[in-house]
């Protein structure tokens, strides 16, 4: 589903001070699997997340979602591609402060213009799904951690994406929380989608819902399997 | 189209929320700028209002007043100057016109004492204004003294007071009969304050005009549209002065304004950059920008606008009345009539909506194109 064939990303490029954050992946992504970027902090996991959810572009190489060639697309329609594709889980939630959880969820759809009430139902029938509905009118940072995560997960899922992207979910989670987390993605794969997580949390890695795991370092693929 | 309302409706909908988080620094800004608003929006439709009104009141004033000059001032002018002027061609009305000032030392007002065109009024009585009627407490049936030229009192029978309605002129007048006015004055028979005349095309009167002159070199004309113009003038005179301290308060506005409006701070910046990584592009961020400074400065300057006609026309106008009348005793209390310029409703729009929208929608620009990527990494 998505290829990436000898990707590499430089930030700071042509400066004194560049690093190579993605050096040289070759990786085909499966659809409807999971797939787990492993490697300790600076390995490139979350780079190479951020140029296959086409938050940004690679220096060099090219990405092939579906077989499109999508590396090289002005910003404009790699955001449409990414907001009907790729739904995201970020390491820390980012939910905006200030607003309630449901209005969270809706805001990755706001731009695609759909009928408001409609709208809001769906993510209040995501809240639900996740146990949360209660909830659904308080503030973000009212949110216990738990209930913060799921509202991060129901967000990713509002526009309905083929893929989920997780960066270091687990991170700020205990092993309960973890492990329910993964529970949801087992669900997920139950469901036909694609997801690839970036973690160094053995309770993502060895858990029986990942399909595979991609070891990095240095930004560098180490061994592909299993 | 629909998606696109729909879409507009939908970042409208977080822009609302968004401004209400905060809540009290945002009603603080309104409010700010509501009363700039409704300050700068009261000159406006004050002046624009008292100029209208002066049109009104001078439709039906002569097309052309001739005055005597006698070294360089105003002297009284004699009957035959206005027989002369008969016989100038296009020319018509041709009438002399008592007037003058009185100064009361009862209340330190000046009057302005007038002889009417027509009249039924009896020797030994007085219409005056409701200025007058205030100042004096006078009322018709009371007794009127008034000090002639030899220092004699010379008492007048009230016999009306004129109408509100006329008051923005008619506030320190006073009506009397020209037997009573050259009694007082001890003007001789056969002298005028100067004298009014009718042009019958009214495209003739730069014409009319130099023929006089020519004829009577002593004589100035003033033409009703010369007098409009002053009017005008001294409007926009009183206008900027107003403006000129307004000024202040607009300059410290602007500063509030463009640090609130302009400051992206670093929550915020992170909002943007959440916002781009969960799909809004960045033509959205600035949408939602536009939205925010357009609800502030929309509701200010409706609010303003809206407070300012009240302000203005339903009320005595008490925060320019002084200024703006400017009358040295008797402040004339009128309504004036509702007249709004819409050329002067845009200009203020443009000069408060759009620098204010303009302000928020610009620095944020800068960090609406980040990359989406930037809180994958923060």
Redesign the interface.
Known sequence: MIELSEIRKVFNEGKTYALTAVDGVSLSLEARKVTVLRGPSGSGK??L??LIGC??RPTSGRIHLEGREISSLP??FL?DI??RTFG?I??QF?L?????AL?NV???????????DA?RKRARELLDLFGIAARADSRSEWLSGGEAQRTAIA?ALI?DPAVIIA?EPTAHLDTKLSREFMDIVARFRGQQKTIVIASHDPLVYDSPAVDRVVNMRDGRIEVSGP | M??????Q???L??TL??L???KGKNIALVLVYTVLVLLLASVMFFTHALRKQAVLVLQDAPAMVIQRMAAGRHDLIPRRYADAIRSVRGVSGVRGRLWGYYFDPVVSANYTLLVPERTTQEPGTIVIGEGVSRARAAFPGDILPIRGYDGQLVYLTITDVLSSTSELVSSDLMLLTEQDYRRLFNLPDGLYTDIVLDVRNSREVPTVAAKIVKLLPDTRPITRSEVLRTYDSIFDWRSGIVVVILSAALLAFVIFAWDKASGLSA?EK??IG?????????A?VLWLKFWEGTVISLTAFLAGTALAYVHVFLTPAALFEPVLKGWSTLYPRFRLLPEIDPYQVATLFFLTVVPYTVSTVIPSWRAATI???A???S
């Open positions: 979350t780079s997340l951020s938050m940004a910003e404009r955001t990414r907001r995201f970020f390491q980012h905006i402060k200030g607003i309630s209005e809706m805001l990755p759809a706001y731009p695609l213009g759909e009928d408001h709208l967000r526009n960066d | 629909g998606l696109w309302i729909e879409r409706r939908n970042i909908d977080f929320s968004s209400a988080r905060r929550e992170k909002e959440v916002l781009k990584a969960i799909g809004w592009e960045t959205d990359d989406p990527d809180v994958m990494r």
